[in-house]
């Protein structure tokens, strides 16, 4: 555990992280990479909470462009989070790491309820503790999801998983060659810029929570253990 700079973690993998080349659904071997990295991460004896987006699926803000009433819209995103949460702990379970799902809206069939001293007690017994279903709330995203489970469960740092992206830039590289990638900024600097790191309520609460964040790219093997390790291959956004 001596190299180890965070030990306990929030990782925050988007719907988008685990749809693979598709864009949509779960993608298996996606998952299985996912597993895999984590479960490097579980044997060095980190704590690790999971909270998983739901954008492969549904986004609540685009069932109101087609005429929903957004809270209905939301809930349906919610519950798509719960399905990426199960898909992942069949993923983590398929390679022996022991894992919990505990989900923000009750569903006792398939899940734990969400109980922070529960959550907190799992991930002291080497459990990885799954997130489920947002914050449970309306309006909010998982980023913001993220954001508070890690101040809840006083996690050292949250793990932004990035779909082929490695850190933050100053502009869309894909679409702007001058575009540079920021090796650190500061949750204002975020919101000043306006980059596009995650929503403004969850930059907010980690700004007053003061809890770093690491963007970087989930897909290229090793990275979540070196981030783990302290090696800065993306970005880092201190509080
Ligand atoms: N959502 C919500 N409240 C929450 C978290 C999520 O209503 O606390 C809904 C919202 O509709 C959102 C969807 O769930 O669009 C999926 O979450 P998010 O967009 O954050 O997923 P990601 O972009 O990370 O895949």
Redesign the pocket.
Known sequence: MSQVKYKRIILKI???ALAGDEGTGINPTVIAHLAKEIKTVHDLGVQIGIVC????M????TGAKLGMERAQ??????L??IMNGLALQDGLEHVDVPTRLQTSIEMRQIAEPYIRRKAIRHLEKGRVVIFGG????????????AALRAAEIDADVILMAKNGVDGVYSADPKLDPSATKYSELTQLDVIAKNLKVMDRTASSLSMDTDIPLVVFNVNTPGNIKKVVMGENIGTVIEG
Not at 53 to 56: A, I, P, R, T, Y
Not at 58 to 61: F, K
């Open positions: 988007s719907g988008e987006g739901g954008g492969n549904w986004r609540g803000e819209a939301d809930y349906m995103g919610m798509a989070t947002g914050t449970g709330n309306p309006y909010f995203s998982t980023d913001t999801t």
